[in-house]
């Protein structure tokens, strides 16, 4: 039974990670323009970060050590050092973006302006780095998070022609109306919404935090291969629910209200509420993931203790680290930025970033030193290299595409 | 090659130091040689730490900074990096460097002493 309790937890964080506030702007932005011809991007995604989530789970689990002590001894100081300041640097904006999509969401259901809710929510998400257990953390926030399922349970209600998505889902085109690269774009921005480089960082110094070993690289297995799936069900789900109520008149997502609008138009009040309790879940959770992944990985770039299985005070440069980027990262939204704004951004140069974070953990997966009889099977690497070209290709094709797009316009 | 000779990037060099009782000192950050005085072989006297040790290794105009920021940052502008006498080692692989003394009798732990000083016990609840 605890054993259940254990892997439930496990399952919830995957999930938690994986729908944030790029994945819900980004999934229903193309649900609501493209239909499900997109579709494909999501399941690609998620299917890549399965088998990298594993790889960082195993990494973890047997050399029990988390991502950035392992790509500075592997991989040397500058280039490192040159990974951490990227890796940093998205996940400030990522917070940041994270930040303003919770004040969003708050202002949505009080109807006090968001501006007035960002300082409130940065220092909630201080807070809970600061007081709340790391297994709290995932319980509270993974559970509430799975209350995005109201959106499949809408789909479901929804007049929606079944044989019409699952054909677009089926047979990816380009809809009529539409150029290629734009339709490109998007699809890469989704991979670059479900492909965050923070959820290897985190998920890798998680398993610290809960002293995975080989023992448990069982449950992490499992975790990675429900939750992040569980987490690619809700985001299509989300994609799927924009398409019968927005598609007729092509409505452009600028603003989450309209994310949560099929929910409301099938389940009402109590369908909304369910809503705006898992959108906030996610992305507060989300926001706390990115933060402390900056702190994670800037302790263990420099070999600081870290961590919050360690009372703050024995941690100290860990949690200024982390104090740092909450605020850096508030004051950033009060500038009045738009959140959806930033959030796209993120999104789009998360992309561009993927390969830094991923090919690292590709390398120390095969380094039999490391890992002995745990290193990467035959067809893993297969797999995973085949994964990485992907990864490059998105790379580099991300800011052309952006640029020849006007961000997709 | 034999088996008990190991290079210094294989096994020391960017190793997580941990003092005795666990708790994480640092990184290797360079390693410092001594030539003996009575002219016998080079032996490795100390693992150096800290920004001073790191940023020369960084390289580039990203090192140089690096070095000099570190240094600003130093007691007295002392630019030769924090040492843990080699004498201190008590074990090393390829994972990690333990030390026979505490993290807090060790000169690494400025940073860690003056952000927990300053700042983090100053706020309600940081030693819970």
New interface residues.
Partial sequence: MKGVLKLTLGVMTAVGGFVDIGDLVTTSLTGARFGMTLAWAVVLATAMMVLYGEMAGRVTAVSKRAMFDVVRERLGVRFAMINLASNALLSLLTLAAEIGGVALVLQLVSGIHYLIWVPVVGLLVWLVIWRLPFQALETVFGLLGLCLLVFAVALVLLPADWGALWHDMTHPSVPDGEATPTWLFYAISLIGACLVPYQVIFFSSGGREENWSVRDMKEARINTLVGFPLGMVLSLSIMAAMVPMLRPDSVDVRHLGQVALPVAQVLGVTGLIFAFLGFFACVFAAATESALSVGYSVAQYFGWTWGKRHRPADAPRFHVVCLASVIAATGFILTTVDPITVTIVTVVLGAAAIPLTYLPLLVVANDREYMGKYVNKRWQNALATTALLVMLVVSVATLPLMFATKAGQ | MREDIVTANDMLL????FDRDG?????V?DIEVTFPDDGGPPVLSALLCGPTA?GP????R?GTWWTAIGRRLRPGDEPYPNRIPAELITKFD??EVRLSASARELPTNR??DW??EH???R?P????
């Fill in positions: 960017d190793r997580q130091i708790v994480e000192v640092g990184k950050d790191l290794r960084l390289g580039g990203l390829r994972h940073l860690r952000t927990r700042i983090v016990s706020i609840g940081s030693g819970r």
